[in-house]
């Protein structure tokens, strides 16, 4: 008898696929991680490759232990993975999260993380009934906290947050039109 | 193209060998922040724990081998983690065992060690297999030591420092 992490769910959107992680996805994550882009993520270009290493297993364990996770998101045409998006709750967040990150400076610009978010919320408010999620958002991260405003999210000046330095935006059903 | 991981269970006459579940979070988060942690990184905070938890699953995907949640095979509470722990940095992988308070003291390390050690050679087909055991860690120590281990050099790892590498005997030398 084999323990699996079944059913994750797929979800495709006009050109990107998002699954649960597999092993083939760890390089480029890896490089993701241990590079400047890595920053807002717990990474950064002093992260030795180990710490990515355990990031990308707990990424994921996550899917086991809270039956929902971040998912990879790759090209269609390719299977090239490209970023990573879905929802998230380690033992130290207040509530559930909605994260998102880029992985290579040339997938950037393209609303590829614009795309793979409104997939995720719609998952998670229509699938999950879910009646609320966060994003923590640091405040030097301007570029996600635009893509927030984007998804129809607006700043909670009042949540918890995990780390004072964050902004918390909070998204509702129905906020991010498709 | 959903993804699936495979984590095999294994049955021994006292114990089952399976995947981590959410219902084992609260034995865990309290076995990483007792102090019985402090030969594996520990004692550590409840969301480090539920990292390295999550983490257990994941280098089933990253490895295809790893580690189980040992549970008693009739009530499958969950005793320990045991199994082939093979993060980046290790030398080799090697049979790594942690038994919670509660279940300390009845051989529960020496049966799923065992078990372990039966899956490498006979399912992995490995030839060879080893322990990091810390020389202060005087029960884990005497458990390789018990399984026929010999101590054969030691590992320097940059931040949980000297690691001596115990080998099992091989995978056909039988067992002790």
Known sequence: MNAHLADTPVLETERLLLRAPQAGDYPAWRDFLCSARGNFVGGGSDVDVGRAWRAFSAITGHWTLRGFGMFVFSDRGSGQPLGACGPWYPEDWPEREIGWSVWHPSSEGNGYAQEAARAVLSHVFSDLGWATAVSYIDAANIRSQNLARRLGAALDRTASRPDPDDLVFRHRPGAATP | ?176
């Open chain 2, 1 to 176: 193209m959903t993804t699936t991981i495979s984590i095999p269970t294994i049955e021994t006459e006292r114990l089952r060998l399976r995947s981590p579940k959410p219902s084992d979070l609260d034995a865990y988060i309290a076995y990483r922040a007792s102090a019985r942690s402090r030969f594996v990184g520990g004692p550590n905070t409840a969301d480090e724990a539920f990292s390295m938890l999550c983490s257990i699953v994941g280098q089933w995907q990253l490895r295809g081998y790893g580690r189980w949640m040992v549970a008693q095979k009739d009530t499958d509470d969950p005793l320990g983690v045991v199994g082939i722990y093979h993060p980046l940095e290790w030398p080799e992988p090697e049979i790594g065992w942690t038994v919670f308070e509660h279940a300390e003291g009845k051989g529960v390390a020496y049966e799923a060690a065992l078990a372990t050690r039966d899956f490498a050679y006979r399912t992995l087909g490995w030839k060879t297999i080893v322990s990091l055991v810390a020389d202060e860690n005087q029960r884990s120590v005497a458990l390789a030591r018990r399984m026929g281990c010999k101590r054969e050099n030691v590992f320097q790892h940059s931040e949980f420092g000297d690691l001596p590498v115990w080998r099992h005997p091989g995978a056909e030398e039988g067992r002790p």
